[in-house]
């Protein structure tokens, strides 16, 4: 089973927050402009982004705030938008 995360990140820097941005970019999608949906495989690929994360971070003096908040199926289903919309699309069947 993934696991679902939102990402938040908070940076001073333009360069770094681009370079951040594009990272999560291939993990999920943009919600925010910096606020990113993804879906990871499983703990490693977790790991994984990270490490790609803290790669850019390294060296940066500035802020560089970055959280992941975990997502359930029960959180991710009664999530919605300010409509009362629901955000989780979830498929009946997956054809491969």
Partial sequence: M???YVVTFDIENDKLRRKVGNTLLEF?????????????ANETALVKLKQELQSLVD???????????YLNHTTRTKSM????KAVACFPSAQIF
């Fill in 59 to 69: 060296g940066y003096d500035g802020t560089a705030n970055i959280r992941f908040y």
């Fill in 81 to 84: 938008d300010f409509e009362g």
């Fill in 2 to 4: 993934s696991l679902i």
């Fill in 28 to 40: 999920g999608d943009r919600v925010q402009y910096s606020v990113f949906e993804i879906k990871l």
